[in-house]
């Protein structure tokens, strides 16, 4: 064995048990973000030619399972990172490691039953049986309900591994207080996924607040806190400035959040004032992680932005920039009602929808990748360039997928709704538009590159990087800042 095999194996094996859990949760985030690319194309493919796979597999089915996997990719990269960091940051083994591990193999087990009931089932008839077996016709929550109950069994064990080990530890720092608070929504919201009342407007009123509060705020204090970690890991930024940030997050979420929910409110039969109410505060949410970045940059320029890992450094610093970008500036210049009138449900809506996932998650889960492949490579130093493919087509592709979906979106929100008065002729004509088709076909193009970015990405993370030795003035211990307790 040589001596670069047996470092990397020495490295391997101070894993805690918890965060080779954690690696197996991003390699299953990883695997379904293909499948769900797999499917986004097909969907894109759809509006171009709309008699594909007739009476085989229908639009409806193809978009579901591209939007729920882009869900349960996301939620699986968030627990994995928090299981890969909170040993580190407590300093000993997750509580229940165990029941974690068998719950994590349910997960997969259900999502692919789900899948293939998608697949080959989709649809059944207007009874309970369906709603338990087959669907449960919601959009974003279609799964069934004993997929349901699965993934509330994951969160409730999740929930006591966080709890649990931070008891144990006798040590709950700043970022474990916020882990723990965020639990009790990221459990309970979840559980207006069961409703089924046959009110339209009742209906959609607690719908949305399981898609806003459950993946635009439960989920935006999870990746926050993750961002902190990986800050401090890659760049050696004080603790009290992650902290402090964060908090005001929480903050944010907890005022902004709830009340910038009222932007969903505006078409559902609810009350006038929302109209400003929502459309105000839809815009604040992001702040708090944009300031955490551009202070921790600022920090890390007086220490001569030093880091031993410059892809995790990019990214995280890409996701502040584009989820400031994606969820606030494009979410703000649709929410307000005077627009939203216009552009509500039109593919101006789907451009917002990309950037802000893109963005809020999808960058930060990518940081952490670097993160685990630097560990179990057990490079000191990772700054190799072929990262560089993975990350110029992914953001290529995505940006280019937002701005032809808002030429199309701007299209129809002018030929349809706001000339057209939203009539089915009015949509026929917009959809006709050149300047709405050209905006579908070049999303596809650039649904191909962003395609081609995963490629590049995978290859980087598997392909084995040539040791490069730690330059002089970074051997100092003082540069990383974030201790990493050993296992004994």
Known sequence: MSTSDSHTLHR??????????GMKYLIAAVALFGVMIVFGFLSALYYLFPGMFFNVFDFNMSKTLHIDTLVIWILMGLIGSIYWYLPKELGREVVGIRAAEWFFWIFCAAVAVVALIFLFVQT???????LWFIQQGRKYVEAPRWAALGIVGVMLVFS????GTAIKANKVTGIVWVLMIDLIPLVGVYLFAFDSDTNMSNDLYWWWWLVHMWVESTWEILIGIIMAWVLMDVMGTPRKIVEAWLYIEVMLVLGAGILGLGHHYFWIGTPDYWLSIGGFFSALEPLPLLGMVVHAVYDAGMHKM????????IWITTEAFLNFIGAGIWGFMMTLPQINLFSHGTQWTVSHGHFAFYGAYVCGIIAVLY???QKVSGMELLAHRRWYWGYGLLNLGMIGMVSALLLSGMAQAFFERATGGSTL???????????????LWARAGFG???AAGYVALVYDLLASVKQVPLPTDQR???VVRSAEPEVA
């Open 476 to 478: 100092r211990p003082s």
């Open 306 to 313: 030093k880091t031993r890992n410059r892809p995790a450094y």
């Open 371 to 373: 993160v685990v492949k």
């Open 160 to 163: 006591y591994n966080v709890i």
């Open 448 to 450: 191909i590159i962003f």
């Open 425 to 439: 002729m009015a949509f026929v004509i917009a959809s006709e538009d050149p300047w709405f088709t050209a905006g």
């Open 124 to 130: 059944g008839k207007a009874n309970m049986w369906t």
């Open 12 to 21: 391997s094996e101070t894993l805690y048990r918890s965060q080779k859990l």
